[in-house]
T-cell receptor, first 117, second 108 residues
């Protein structure tokens, strides 16, 4: 069964350093999402791509976070500089559906657990 | 602003002791309500999608129902392997918004 791949699985960094996370969605999935999940809370959407275009980045802290999906396939989320409050699980998800009006089933990867010291 | 509230935050059950989880929502126009299961250290795994009030879906020991204001996830005769966090999410304004989840622990 196809899965969403994410790496690294764990990342420990010091504040003010740069970190990057990678995601490879299920083949053929046009829509890709990055979510952040703080311990004890539900996932919160950071950015949504349709192919290589950003559809929604309204919750992305753009002063330190950036995301790209250059060829409409895999994606990278970067934080620079990292802050203590960025410690969380970063989840990537993908969906086959293109029609935004249709409630989409999302497939999630196993996430990257970030710890900022 | 759309809100999704799940209760209780945590639920401890004895094996075989049936129970229900609640998800209440306030959205301007619900397009769909999702239930996901999340094991520790892993990403959420899809369980159900419900689209309209009165709809029900079942999978093994799980049954999800939907009204105009809330959804319930019923766990019948749970087993230890049903221990997980169950997340509810609503699809509205082209995005999926999650509740904080209910952590279920089933003791043998």
């Amino acid at each position: 069964e196809a899965e969403v791949a994410q790496s690294p699985r764990y990342k420990i960094t010091e504040k003010s350093q740069a970190v990057a996370f990678w995601c490879d969605p299920i083949s053929g999935h046009a829509t890709l999402y990055w979510y952040r999940q703080i311990l004890g809370q539900g996932p919160e959407l950071l950015v949504q791509f349709q192919d290589e275009s950003v559809v929604d980045d309204s919750q992305l802290p753009k002063d330190r976070f950036s995301a790209e999906r250059l060829k409409g396939v895999d994606s990278t989320l970067k934080i620079q500089p990292a802050e203590l409050g960025d410690s969380a699980m970063y989840l990537c998800a993908s969906s086959r559906d293109r029609d935004p009006s249709y409630p989409r089933k999302l497939f999630f990867g196993s996430g990257t657990q970030l710890s900022v010291l | 602003e759309d809100q999704v509230t799940q209760s209780p935050e945590a639920l401890r059950l004895q094996e075989g002791e049936s129970s229900s989880l609640n998800c209440s929502y306030t959205v301007s126009g619900l397009r769909g309500l999702f239930w996901y299961r999340q094991d520790p250290g892993k990403g959420p795994e899809f369980l159900f999608t419900l689209y309209s009030a009165g709809e029900e879906k079942e999978k093994e020991r799980l049954k999800a129902t939907l009204t105009k204001k809330e959804s319930f996830l019923h766990i019948t005769a749970p087993k230890p392997e049903d221990s997980a966090t169950y997340l509810c999410a609503v699809y509205n304004d082209y995005k999926l918004s999650f509740g904080a989840g209910t952590t279920v622990t089933v003791r043998a």
